[in-house]
């Protein structure tokens, strides 16, 4: 079983068709690449599978349970995570408390509490300050756990979100761009810190336009262009796609 499983999935707005037929999975303990060409439809893609745009045909199933009748809050609680292309934090708030608005949220979620894992601590169940200071250590975070976010540069503040969005304990985990505003060492970290959460059994789909870091930590990658997936496979079968080649990559990636 998938852990995400998109089927025929077609978007429309208005006379512009923004995906067509789209079909993908992402299994538990994966992260997964979706890249393409700006205006392909990743982020549509996101938009449809957490129920903020709603798809003229196609399904979601979400740990095998048909998801795409039912509401973005519900599915958050039955674990669907994500963060935005253009960032979505609390910036008035502190980076600790970025965070604990994370956990506090899933700690409402009663439902939920007593299943979901917590990725970066081998699914222990922590006291909330505990857990607020796993994720920030993890995240290298904890330095400026009293920093308003509002202050921070871009990619710091997309590991807030990260932060924000892991603090919910989901089974799948969207992310849109998340490296864009890190440098190339943060990059690095950050692609090890993907492994290790998918090592821990985490579902992710990574939309990204720094090749590099896809290629190294995703085994499955979707190509997306103009809404329709034009080739899938691992990196050496995308990398060497004419068609991928041709629409996004260009010669001598
Ligand atoms: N809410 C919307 N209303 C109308 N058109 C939209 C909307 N959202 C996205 N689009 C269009 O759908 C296409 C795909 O956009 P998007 O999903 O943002 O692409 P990507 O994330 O791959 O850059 C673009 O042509 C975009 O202009
Ligand atoms: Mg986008």
């Given at each position: 079983m998938s852990a995400l499983e998109v089927s025929s999935m077609t978007v429309r707005f208005g006379g512009h068709q923004a995906l067509s037929e789209v079909s993908l999975a992402v299994d538990q303990g994966k992260?997964?690449?979706?890249?393409?060409?700006?205006?392909?439809?990743?982020?549509?893609?996101?938009?449809?599978?957490?129920?903020?745009?709603?798809?003229?045909s196609g399904s979601v199933r979400l740990m095998g349970r048909d998801v795409s009748g039912i509401p973005t809050h519900k599915r958050a609680r039955l674990g669907l995570g994500r963060t935005f292309q253009r960032l979505e934090v609390f910036a008035?708030?502190?980076?600790?408390?970025?965070?604990?608005?994370?956990?506090?949220?899933r700690r409402t979620?009663?439902?939920?509490?007593?299943?979901?894992?917590?990725?970066?601590?081998s699914g222990e169940d922590l006291p909330t300050e505990a857990e607020v200071q796993v994720i920030l250590d993890r995240?290298?975070?904890?330095?400026?756990?009293?920093?308003?976010?509002?202050?921070?540069?871009?990619?710091q503040a997309r590991l807030v979100e990260l932060g924000r969005a892991l603090g919910a304990r989901p089974s799948v985990l969207l992310l849109d761009e998340p490296a864009s505003g890190?440098?190339?060492?943060?990059?690095?970290?950050?692609?090890?810190?993907?492994?290790?959460?998918?090592?821990?059994?985490l579902g992710i789909l990574l939309?990204?336009?720094?090749?590099?870091?896809?290629?190294?930590v995703c085994e499955q990658i979707y190509v997306?262009?103009?809404?329709?997936?034009?080739?899938?496979?691992?990196?050496?079968?995308?990398?060497?796609?004419?068609?991928?080649v041709a629409a996004y990559l260009g010669a001598g990636t």
């Open positions: 992260v997964v690449g979706l890249i393409g060409p700006n205006g392909a439809g990743k982020t549509t893609l996101f938009n449809a599978v957490c129920g903020v745009v709603t798809p003229t008035s708030l502190s980076v600790a408390d970025n965070v604990r608005a994370g956990i506090e949220i979620w009663e439902r939920r509490g007593s299943t979901a894992r917590q990725y970066l601590a995240l290298g975070l904890s330095e400026l756990a009293d920093v308003s976010v509002g202050a921070l540069p871009t990619g890190l440098d190339d060492n943060e990059t690095a970290d950050f692609g090890k810190l993907l492994i290790e959460l998918a090592g821990a059994g939309v990204e336009h720094d090749v590099g870091l896809v290629m190294s997306l262009d103009f809404g329709s997936v034009i080739a899938s496979g691992d990196p050496d079968t995308v990398r060497s796609n004419e068609a991928v």
